[in-house]
Antibody, heavy 118, light 109 residues
Framework: QLQLQESGPGLVKPSETLSLTCTVS??????????WGWIRQPPGKGLEWIGS???????YYNPSLKSRVTISVDTSKNQFSLKLSSVTAADTAVYYC??????????WGQGTLVTVSS | EIVLTQSPGTLSLSPGERATLSCRAS???????LAWYQQKPGQAPRLLIY???SRATGIPDRFSGSGSGTDFTLTISRLEPEDFAVYYC??????????FGGGTKVEIK
C-alpha cells in the first residue's frame, strides 16, 4: 500500500524559507498516472491547496501562493519537496502531502505542523 | 476561480439519523472531478467519494454522493458514532488546480 511521510523542521522563523520533503513508499513516484501535491491547514481552519507536481517536473501552483512556492521532485529518492519563502505567522499550518489520481487526493501523509515564530 | 460553498456549517444530529451535506459551486463543475473527504481531529482527511458519486475503497455504503453542475450532496444514511467529523468537498479544475469547500462539521446532538 502506498504511504507518504512528510519531514522537515517544525519551527521556522519569520521571513525565512519553509522546506518540507515527502517520501513515498510502496509505489513509484515516476508513475505516469499520478500527480503529487501539497495541501495545508491552519489550526482550526479549512484545507488550502498549495500546488502539485508531475514526475516529469511540471508544476501547478495556487495563484495566491505562486510567487513564494517551489515544488520539486527527486525520482531517484522517490521524494518530492516544498519550499515556501518569506514566511509569516499566517503560514503556520499542518502541511500534508498527497497522491493525486485524476484530481482526487487518494492517499495522504499524516501531516506535519509547521509553526512560524521567532 | 471556482468557489465551493458548503452548508450548513455545523449539523447537529443523533446517531442513527440521516445527514445531508451540501456543496454548491460558483460555476459548473465536472462531476468527474468532485470529491468528498472526511476529517477527524488530529488526522489527515480521508477520501470518501470521487466522481461525485463513487465510493472510495473501503467506504461503507451508508455514504453516498450525488449531484451535478453546481449542486452536490453527500448523504450519510444512518449516522454511526465514528461518522461525527468534518466533511469537505473538493473540485479539480482545468488549470489544474484544486479548491476545497469550507467544510461541514457533523456533531453529536
Amino acid at each position: 500500500q502506498l504511504q507518504l511521510q512528510e519531514s522537515g523542521p517544525g519551527l521556522v522563523k519569520p521571513s525565512e524559507t519553509l522546506s518540507l520533503t515527502c517520501t513515498v513508499s510502496g509505489g513509484s513516484i515516476s508513475s505516469s498516472s499520478y500527480y503529487w501535491g501539497w495541501i495545508r491547514q491552519p489550526p482550526g481552519k479549512g484545507l488550502e491547496w498549495i500546488g502539485s507536481i508531475y514526475y516529469s517536473g511540471s508544476t501547478y501552483y495556487n495563484p495566491s501562493l505562486k510567487s513564494r512556492v517551489t515544488i520539486s521532485v527527486d525520482t531517484s529518492k522517490n521524494q518530492f519537496s516544498l519550499k515556501l519563502s518569506s514566511v509569516t505567522a499566517a503560514d503556520t499550518a499542518v502541511y500534508y502531502c498527497q497522491q493525486l489520481v485524476r484530481g482526487v487526493c487518494k492517499n495522504w501523509g499524516q501531516g506535519t505542523l509547521v509553526t512560524v515564530s521567532s | 476561480e471556482i468557489v465551493l460553498t458548503q452548508s450548513p456549517g455545523t449539523l447537529s444530529l443523533s446517531p442513527g439519523e440521516r445527514a445531508t451535506l451540501s456543496c454548491r459551486a460558483s460555476q459548473s463543475v465536472s462531476s468527474s472531478y468532485l470529491a468528498w473527504y472526511q476529517q477527524k481531529p488530529g488526522q489527515a482527511p480521508r477520501l470518501l467519494i470521487y466522481g461525485a458519486s463513487s465510493r472510495a475503497t473501503g467506504i461503507p455504503d451508508r455514504f453516498s454522493g450525488s449531484g451535478s453542475g453546481t449542486d452536490f450532496t453527500l448523504t450519510i444514511s444512518r449516522l454511526e458514532p465514528e461518522d461525527f467529523a468534518v466533511y469537505y468537498c473538493q473540485q479539480y479544475g482545468s488549470s489544474p488546480e484544486l479548491t476545497f469547500g469550507g467544510g461541514t462539521k457533523v456533531e453529536i446532538k
